[in-house]
């Protein structure tokens, strides 16, 4: 049974700082491709930090160089480290998960809220 977590949101000022988590059970991350989603209101989901086909990190331009997506492997955790938070950053993040196989995310954690003031 597949299970992601995420956690970490809040509110914080522009030019501020968050960490997300995304805790995963039944699932490894050999088997599994996983990455970080955001949704704003009235927009559509965008994948924020995402594997790329040769395995590096695909990040959205708009959070290059300014977010990290990083693994605890000991405790199965997904991490994505924001800094410089602009208040187009605020939205619902989503820690997601695939099998290696499939084409779309099929698994996701309930969200987490991030709210950045100017």
């Known amino acids: 049974q597949v299970q992601l977590v995420d956690s970490g949101g809040g509110s914080v000022q522009a030019g501020g700082s968050l960490r997300l988590s995304c805790a995963a059970s039944?699932?490894?991350?050999?088997?599994?491709?996983m990455g970080w989603f955001r949704q704003a209101p009235g927009k559509e989901r965008e994948g924020v930090a995402t594997?790329?086909?040769?395995?590096?990190?695909n990040y959205a331009y708009s959070v290059k160089g300014r977010f990290t997506i990083s693994k605890e492997n000991a405790k199965n955790t997904l991490y994505l480290q924001m800094n410089s938070l602009k208040p187009e950053d605020t939205a619902i993040y989503y820690c997601?998960?695939?099998?290696?196989?499939?084409?779309?995310?099929?698994?996701w954690g309930q969200g987490t809220q991030v709210t950045v003031s100017s």
């Open positions: 594997p790329d086909s040769d395995g590096s990190t």
């Open positions: 039944g699932i490894t991350y050999r088997s599994y491709c």
């Open positions: 997601a998960a695939r099998r290696l196989w499939q084409r779309s995310y099929s698994y």
